[in-house]
């Protein structure tokens, strides 16, 4: 069976695969098909494959095994990862804006039609592997992997625009050339936006936000249906990479001994483990029922 770790990282390499074909397919049609929309796309793209080196590099380092420097192990690695991610998103979107209004203000040639077609399979493309990507966010619990996702989703949306404002300028003809500039230049807002979406989880990983409901309810139905354990009390999980680390109170009869009381908290962490791969640690304080 792959694992999470196999799965993200083979995704990431997709990935970046991927944005390094396209951005040289978006260059070459805008530099030939005088397209500046298409150019800024591209360089967007460029921006795409250093991040999705960046996240390979991350999710590498991010899933080493704990040491003694490191006992919760190497995963708050990944949401730093996700701020260089946003920076690179922030970065491209900069650049695009200044050579959109750049462009505005010279005249140039209107775009060739063949680039809508260019468009039109890149807005497909990019929307599929935002989806496919996302989707292997999700099963790996990797934020790194949900930034690229959303990379490859800014990318559809620049690209629609960039669609729209080379329509604009090739069926209405002379006067309206800027039209993929103006186009280029919303869709660096589009990015901007779409970097904070992905900034804001990775901030609330670093800063063991509470943000995790559903693991909770999965620990406390998991424990609570081990054989001497009577309910639960608090439940903290927070995330480190790929993997939570948990720390949980239990209810046990009170006339027990400390022996027997051990051995429910072992069969606990046990259980959650065994039903739920991705907790790399169960620390569980054992309280009296009756206390």
Not at 12 to 31: D, M, P, R, T
Not at 98 to 127: C, D, F, G, R
Not at 207 to 227: C, F, G, P, S, T
Request: glycine share 6%.
């Amino acid at each position: 069976m792959i694992s999470n770790r196999q799965k993200a990282i083979r995704t990431a390499i997709l990935s970046a695969f991927v944005n390094a074909i396209l951005a040289i397919v978006k260059g070459l049609a805008g530099i030939f098909g005088n397209s500046y929309a298409l150019i800024a796309d591209a360089i967007e793209s460029t921006t795409d494959v250093f991040s999705s080196l960046l996240v390979l590099f991350g999710l590498k380092y991010s899933t080493r095994p704990a040491d003694n420097n490191h006992p919760y192990g190497h995963g708050k690695a990944e949401p730093l990862i996700t701020f260089i991610v946003v920076g690179l998103l922030v970065t491209s979107a900069t650049i695009i804006a200044y050579e959109s209004i750049q462009n505005i203000q010279t005249p140039h040639k209107i775009p060739k039609p063949y680039t809508l077609a260019v468009l039109a399979s890149i807005v497909v493309i990019k929307e599929i592997f935002y989806r496919f990507v996302a989707r292997k966010s999700d099963e790996t619990k990797s934020s790194s992997l949900k930034a690229d996702a959303w990379h490859h989703r800014s990318d559809a949306i620049t690209s629609l625009l960039a669609f729209i404002g080379i329509s604009v300028a090739v069926f209405m003809g002379k006067g309206y050339e800027t039209a993929d500039d103006w186009a280029a230049l919303l869709a660096s807002g589009f990015i901007i936006y779409n970097a904070f979406l992905i900034f804001r989880p990775a901030l609330g990983e670093i800063m063991d936000e509470h943000l995790y409901d559903d693991v909770i309810e999965d620990i406390r139905k998991i424990a609570e249906q081990v054989e001497g354990v009577k309910g639960t009390e608090k439940c903290f999980v927070r995330k480190t990479g790929m993997s939570f680390h948990v720390d949980l109170h239990i209810w046990v009869d009170g006339t027990i001994s400390v022996t027997d009381g051990h051995d429910i908290a072992h069969l606990v962490k046990e259980a959650i483990q065994n039903q739920l791969p991705e907790v790399a640690n169960v620390l569980i304080h054992v309280e009296p029922e009756n206390g």
